[in-house]
């Protein structure tokens, strides 16, 4: 595998389900994301990750929760999730230097319904 | 609040017509720009960038874009498109300050034979 992974693909949950999305990164990159990517709004970034750290949070509610266990993985587990919360979430990685940018890969995303 | 602004949310025209997609951002301070290309069922990935020097930037498959300073501009035009073109494409702005990248809205553009 190279690139950037996303597992599963499609999920649909129920509101009181809880459920992870699995990101798997190949590049030996020390920065990782999620993104949302909902009809009609521009990308939101949601966390960022860098040397499994949680750098930033980007007012996301509660019932969205992230891990990173290494440089390679990251999750994101969902639980008690409304409607409005389906959407594709994307997962992206980059090799982050301080304050200098550095192309961000992203993976296919997992387009996630809520019932 | 940074914000970045694509100014068409829909495109639509034939093969061989030129193309110029518009993005403004309004962060004041040192910026790199981006394009990034959607094309049906997959990924995100990079068109071009802009970090310094002559504004006018060459990407993949025939794009260009203008980073017009002045403007907060970063134009992506193609010359002549293909219907394999047919995408959605997205403006981005980072500010290295939260290394933090700020997507546009998206310009869904569709290329007819």
């Known amino acids: 595998e190279t690139g950037v992974t996303q597992t599963p693909r499609h999920l649909v949950m129920g509101m009181t389900n809880k459920k992870s999305l699995k990101c798997e990164q190949h590049l030996g990159h020390n920065a990782m994301y999620w993104y949302k990517q909902s009809a009609k709004k521009p990308l939101e970034l949601m966390f960022v990750?860098?040397?499994?750290?949680?750098?930033e949070n980007n007012s996301v509610p509660s019932r969205f929760s992230p891990e990173c266990p290494n440089s390679s993985h990251l999750f994101l587990h969902l639980h008690t999730l409304q409607p409005e919360d389906s959407a594709l979430y994307l997962c992206a990685s980059s090799q982050e230097h301080r304050g200098r940018y550095n192309e961000q890969f992203f993976g296919p995303g997992t387009r996630l319904t809520v019932l | 609040a940074q914000s970045v602004s694509q100014h068409n949310h829909h495109v639509i025209l034939s093969e061989a017509a030129s193309l110029e997609l518009g993005c403004n951002y309004s962060y004041g301070g040192t910026v790199n720009l981006f394009w990034y290309v959607q094309y049906p069922g997959q990924h995100l990935q990079l068109l071009l960038k802009?970090?310094?020097?002559?504004?006018l930037v060459k990407g993949i498959k025939g794009f260009e874009a203008e980073f017009i300073k002045s403007k907060f501009s970063f134009n992506l035009r193609k010359p002549s498109v293909q219907w394999s073109d047919t995408a959605e494409y997205f403006c981005?702005?980072?500010?290295?300050?939260?290394?933090?990248?700020?997507f546009g809205g998206g310009t869904r553009v569709l290329v007819k034979p």
């Open positions: 990750y860098s040397l499994e750290e949680r750098v």
């Open positions: 802009y970090f310094s020097g002559d504004p």
């Open positions: 981005a702005v980072y500010k290295a300050a939260g290394n933090k990248l700020t």
